[in-house]
């Protein structure tokens, strides 16, 4: 009797050809959570969105039992960072006898200039380093979730919300008259920070998705980042925009809703993290004021208004 024959080889090479494949892909795949990026497997990272108002706690420094007396920090940066600077600085000094906390608001790029100078020796920023800064060997530590108010003065006759889109075309030029918003027939006034504040730069990014600010006579752009002189140049039919918390109890200033939502509700569009930016390798006073402002009592202090 004829013994019946097997499969022909050219199925047993095509079997091993696809087990083969099969094995290639499972092990150069990348890891879950990777993509491929520019044709090699890299970590993507995404900018972190603020959905809380817990700050992160980006520092490993610990908090320390005591700092040696004659401990001074230096601290220089952003506007939005003055009551947080504040805060912290009363706390740290109280909570260590003998130590010092100086404070400046001359904006974020000249806080972080003052820091690779070794003036200062934290940067209070409210904006993330770029990667030129980091490769200066600036580290950035979270500290707080803050939100950008759009604000126009008391007295203003616009009463309204504005929408995201309405806020970009009025601040890069494109809406010039109140009308065009639902308000008054009456030209509106765009008072801005300057280039130095991070506060521009982050408004920029996050609310013009990177276009120019607009220019010409109804623009005024401040010549120092300071947040009370914005305000007292709003009156009438100005519009500008600050951290929320220097304007939440002023009573000459509103803040205009966006998208239905004010600035202290959970789905509010414009929020970031505010930063304490030092030069590594950090200094023992630094490590002992960044373990404060990350301890429960930093925390504390921040949570109540700082």
Request: hydrophobic letters at 35%; aromatic letters at 8%.
């Amino acid at each position: 009797m004829a013994q019946k024959s097997g499969p022909p080889p050219i199925v047993f090479i095509l079997g091993f050809l696809v087990l083969a494949g099969i094995g290639y892909w499972f092990f150069t795949k990348p890891p879950s959570g990777q993509q491929e990026v520019n044709g090699q497997g890299g970590q993507v990272t995404a900018t972190p969105v603020p959905t809380t108002s817990t700050a992160p706690t980006g520092s490993t420094f610990p908090l320390p039992a005591s700092v040696p007396a004659g401990t001074t920090v230096r601290i220089d940066g952003s506007t939005s960072m003055v009551q947080i600077n504040d805060a912290l600085k009363a706390g740290f000094q109280k909570q260590f006898s003998g130590s010092t906390v100086t404070t400046s608001a001359n904006g974020s790029d000249k806080g972080i200039l003052s820091l690779v100078t070794s003036n200062v020796d934290l940067a209070a920023v409210s904006r993330p380093l770029s990667q030129q800064e980091q490769s200066q060997g600036l580290v950035a530590v979270p500290v707080k979730i803050d939100t950008i108010a759009v604000v126009v003065g008391d007295t203003n006759p616009y009463r309204q919300g504005l929408t995201s889109a309405q806020v970009a075309g009025i601040f890069q030029g494109q809406i010039t008259n109140w009308s065009a918003v639902g308000g008054p027939s009456a030209p509106i006034r765009v008072i801005n920070r300057p280039p130095v504040s991070g506060t521009y730069q982050v408004f920029k990014d996050l609310i013009l998705k990177g276009a120019n600010f607009g220019t010409g006579s109804s623009f005024t752009t401040l010549a120092r980042d300071e947040t009370t002189g914005l305000l007292q140049a709003l009156k009438t039919d100005g519009i500008g925009y600050a951290t929320n918390t220097q304007v939440a109890n002023q009573r000459t200033v509103r803040a205009v809703t966006i998208d239905g939502s004010t600035p202290t509700a959970s789905n509010y569009p414009y929020k970031r993290f505010l930063y304490y930016v030092y030069k590594n390798p950090p200094n023992p006073a630094v490590q002992a004021f960044l373990g404060y402002a990350n301890s429960s009592q930093g925390q504390q202090l921040l949570a109540a208004g700082g």
